[in-house]
């Protein structure tokens, strides 16, 4: 359950960015924002589901191309307002479709629709999505009365955030390029950033309560001129909108506390699974195929001649092949991997691999290396996994 609010509530920075961006054009019709933003959601969702069916739908590039949108759009719009609306577009088509995407794994392997594990899943989607929503919905009702001002401000600051987390996504989905991976410029910008674009988040959650902030104290100024029923009025609303932004900021303190629990109980989950069994033949490590058929990650470890540890991975990619790599990748390094939900995930930037590419040099892959199959079992020599040592230390 844990994951899949954690997964659910990602969406949460991405759509209050998207109510306080709203704001670039103060009390202009909204419409026409909410027209763009609901094509963004359609976009997302259609991508979702072509992601999901068919094999040949290349996600990275569908990524790339909203947030790449949501980039340029976003800088447009600091001298064009009209920018906002392809922001929101890329935007919510950007959001969206790993949202979708997870409603694949409400039913874990082995299950039905109707077990239990499948309820908690679905709830802790459904708990992840309705604070989204919620906390979005309150925020928008009740910033109205604050000044245009402190609302293009607002939504200044909340496009710039997004820019930049969506600038990592680019970079991360260029990494994954074989054309891009020599760049070693990108690899300094993201490793810069990447950690801490999850307080980009964050920092929209407390950016959401300053237009609150603002309403309250636009409602608090009573007309010089106002009669004692206009001025019992004003005094009403303003206590109301106080009222209103206390309930507000406690949500979004009680999200930020839940969601970084459940988030680091989802990370405890996700400890890497012991090394395997290996039978040494002399210069050679063997794994019978039949140990490895079963199509779930294994995991093994060789001790080399300095001491260092160095791990690999198998796994069953159809009736004839295995994908076979080093537990380490040139992006991330020696982080590891895992299995979720029948796909392999690294360990440090939570991206799900394309099983049939493993064993295939780029990106986040696993290092291939060499080996060989004999007899129904998988060799490795121990020479090879020598040469590397320096990646495990």
Known sequence: MTQMLVGAFAALAPTLA??????????????????????????????AIAKLNLKGFKGDYYMLACAAIVVIAGVLSFI???????????????????????????????ST???????????????????????????????KPA???????????????????????????????????RAKWLFSFYFAVSPHTDLAGYALLALAVV???GAVI???????????AQSRTHRAAALSRRRFLISTTGLLAASVAGVSYAAAAAQKSTALSPAEPLTDAGQMLTVPLEDISDGHLHRFAYTASDGTEVRFIAIQKNAKAFGIGLDACDVCGATGYYERDGQVICNRCDVAMNIATIGFKGGCNPIPFEYSIKDGKLVVAKAELEKYTAEFK
């Open 211 to 213: 237009p609150l902030a």
């Open 80 to 110: 064009w307002s009209w920018g906002v609306f392809p922001f929101a577009l890329g935007l919510a088509a950007m959001s969206v479709e790993p949202l979708v995407e997870r409603l694949d794994a409400l039913v874990p392997n082995d």
């Open 113 to 143: 629709p109707f077990s239990t594990d499948t309820a908690l899943l679905g709830a802790g989607w459904l708990l992840g999505v309705g604070i989204c929503a919620l906390i979005g919905t309150l925020d928008y009702l009740g910033s």
């Open 147 to 181: 000044s245009n001002r402190l609302l293009a401000v607002v939504s200044r600051i909340a496009i710039a955030l997004v820019v930049l987390t969506s600038l990592v996504k680019v970079v991360q989905v260029l990494l994954g390029f074989k054309a891009f991976i």
């Open 218 to 228: 636009a409602a608090r100024k009573v007309p010089a001129a106002a009669n004692p």
């Open 18 to 47: 998207f109510v306080l961006a709203g704001f670039r054009r103060g009390r202009k019709p909204a419409t026409p924002y909410l027209m763009w933003g609901l094509a963004g959601l359609l976009l997302g969702t259609a991508a």
